[in-house]
């Protein structure tokens, strides 16, 4: 299983608002076809993991210090 990324706000905000859609359409009816949404927040976290993969380097690459 991949490591869990490290979330900025504003993508906690979007993958809580994608929740709470899915949700609704949940309500609505089981057979709803939910899958946009579900590429939406598979979207987010992919790019949540490479800034997050991208920032691990970036500091080994510095000797392990966090830059400014």
Known sequence: MAKDPKF??????????YTARMAKRGIA??????????????RIIDAARERTELQ?????????KRGK
Request: hydrophobic share 30%; no cysteine; proline share 3%.
């Open 29 to 42: 009816s089981q057979t709803v076809y939910q899958g946009d949404l579900e590429r939406k927040v598979d």
């Open 56 to 64: 691990e380097r970036e500091a080994a690459r510095r000797g392990g």
């Open 8 to 17: 900025t706000p504003g993508e906690v905000a979007q993958l809580a608002w």
